[in-house]
């Protein structure tokens, strides 16, 4: 048998490991490929911070998601993203899902992630009321939310609970559109009127408005806003959505572990609109509030208030699932 000279073995050698170095390589190349989603929110608002914090501090790009956020303006808006498929996953409030279900869906959309556990709207007055008690919006015209949605039904929660009807005990005007109420207001409709931030704020930096309730405080922990992805969505794309619960969570213990200075500071750029003292007040005061959740995990006690809201409101009268609308198995491997 003919040797073979040892600088030619060596030499093939060599090339063998280049080979395999290079494959190794391009594998792991595909494996770490991000992936796109498309994460569909109802609207963009500080409120939402923590979900903010996780998009600035690349927790989504360390769990390997490339994300793309679209603003719906609205949560039915954001229910036809989802279920058209242009939104892989859908941020808005739970009454949404349940709607979507009652309908008769069966690729309807389930709870996987909770992000806030109270109402992120405020009344605000004409004048200062510093002994504010919501028997004063007795015989008043009063701004509020578009009917069937959660900022409307839980203003009419609180209500009911302080012994006022909201039918017959004062007048709330639904005509105006969601974003415009607080123009309407600073023109001279209303002597109330139910805003979300930074539109509370803005009415009081300029003096046409105070805030004098939080509908949060007074409304009680309720599961307001969640992330939902169709039941087929969540089938296939299981470590998917378990990484986008990851980088959620990560966003969460931020916020848990942080000063509202802080926070502010991390997510102002995704308000470029707004200065940095106004981010700030907004965020102490969701803050202070415990508008926010240590964990994710939506619960089933919280489930069933948002159903006895919609109860009340009139808008359900069915009995819904826990367990076919909600999972909680992403939230609790990522808390863990």
């Given at each position: ?59 989504f ?198 000063t ?9 750029p ?5 200065d ?10 969701y ?31 069915q ?18």
């Amino acid at each position: 048998m003919k040797k073979v000279p040892i600088h030619k073995m060596a030499s093939c050698l060599l090339v063998c490991i280049l080979l395999v170095s290079l494959c190794a390589c391009g594998s792991k190349t595909k494996k770490n490929s991000p992936t796109p989603v498309t994460l569909n929110e109802v609207a963009h608002s500080i409120f939402y911070a923590p979900m903010y914090v996780a998009i600035e501090e690349g927790y989504f790009k360390d769990e390997g998601i490339e994300l793309t956020l679209v603003t719906g303006f609205g949560a039915d808006k954001t229910m036809t993203a989802l279920v058209s498929g242009e939104a892989d996953i859908g941020f808005m409030g739970t009454e949404s899902s349940i709607y979507a279900y009652i309908e008769g869906s069966e690729d309807y959309a389930v709870n996987f992630a909770q992000l806030t556990q109270r109402a992120g709207n405020f009344l605000v007055a004409r004048e200062p009321m510093e002994d504010f008690k919501w028997s004063d919006l007795k015989d008043t015209n009063v701004l509020g939310g578009r009917a069937g949605g959660t900022p409307q039904m839980v203003f009419e929660y609180i209500l009911k609970k302080n012994g006022i009807d909201p039918a017959t005990d004062l007048m709330i005007d639904q005509s105006i559109d969601f974003g415009s109420t607080a123009a309407a207001f600073s023109g001279g409709q209303g002597d109330f009127t139910v805003e979300f931030e930074p539109s509370a704020t803005a009415l009081e930096k300029e003096g046409t408005g105070y805030v004098v309730a939080s509908l949060g405080v007074d409304s009680g922990y309720v599961p307001y806003t969640a992330f939902c992805a169709k039941k087929s969505y969540l089938e296939k794309n299981s470590d998917v959505i378990q990484s986008f619960t990851d980088a959620l969570q990560k966003g969460m213990d931020y916020v848990t572990e942080h000063t509202p200075e802080e926070i502010a500071e991390v997510i102002a750029p995704q308000f470029t609109d707004t200065d940095l003292d106004t981010i700030t007040t907004i965020v102490t005061r969701y803050y202070e509030q415990e508008t926010w959740k240590s964990d994710l995990i939506l619960t089933t006690d919280s489930f069933n208030l948002i159903l006895d809201i919609l109860k009340e409101a009139g808008v359900l009268n069915q009995e819904v699932p826990y367990e076919n609308l909600v999972t909680t198995d992403y939230a609790e491997k990522a808390a863990r």
